[in-house]
């Protein structure tokens, strides 16, 4: 009479791959302790896991959402694929943040590194600002802009103002 297979890891590639995202696990919750332990209270987040994890861990943090800005053709290194919130996510985040009693302080993004025009950060400012906003509306206070990866435009000389 045939068995039916076992429901636990079986192969060695199954159990590496487990074992893998075991330790990965570990080691970002052991990173969310150890910064409650020195009291580092900000820290960026870009998904709803994320917030489980500090919830758990440090629900008194100051979190900062990092979004992901528009696609940026222009950067050398865009860090659409593995950084940033979609723009669409960012109000269930906001919200999913309340209702666990965290508090989002702020938004950070990064354009991609080697970026040299400035219309990629106009877009990405924009966006934020729409970010903040559907934060403030979550009850949220927001006081933090995090601007990544902006040393090649200033290096242009001056940069432009923009009445955001």
């Known amino acids: 009479m045939p068995t039916r297979a076992s429901p636990t890891v079986s192969s060695p590639l199954s159990l590496l791959l487990f074992s893998w995202l075991t330790l990965a696990l570990l080691f970002v919750l052991a990173h969310i ?3 409650k332990s ?4 900000q820290m960026t987040f870009d998904n709803d896991a994320e917030l489980y994890k500090i919830q758990k861990i440090f629900p008194e943090a100051e979190l900062v959402l990092r979004i992901l800005p528009p696609n940026n053709q222009a950067a050398v290194c865009n860090f659409g694929s593995k950084f940033g919130a979609y723009f669409s996510d960012c109000k269930a ?6 209702e666990l009693g965290l508090k989002i302080v702020g938004v950070s993004f990064h354009v991609g590194s080697g970026c040299f025009t400035l219309t990629a950060y ?3 400012v924009r966006q934020a600002r729409a970010v903040f906003d559907e934060c403030i509306k979550e009850g949220h206070e927001m006081t ?8 090649n435009v200033w290096q242009q000389g001056n940069p432009h103002q923009y009445n955001l």
């Open 33 to 35: 302790a150890f910064s």
């Open 38 to 41: 020195v009291n580092v209270k």
């Open 93 to 98: 985040l906001a919200k999913l943040a309340k």
């Open 122 to 124: 106009e877009q990405a």
């Open 144 to 151: 933090v802009l995090d601007i990544g990866g902006t040393e």
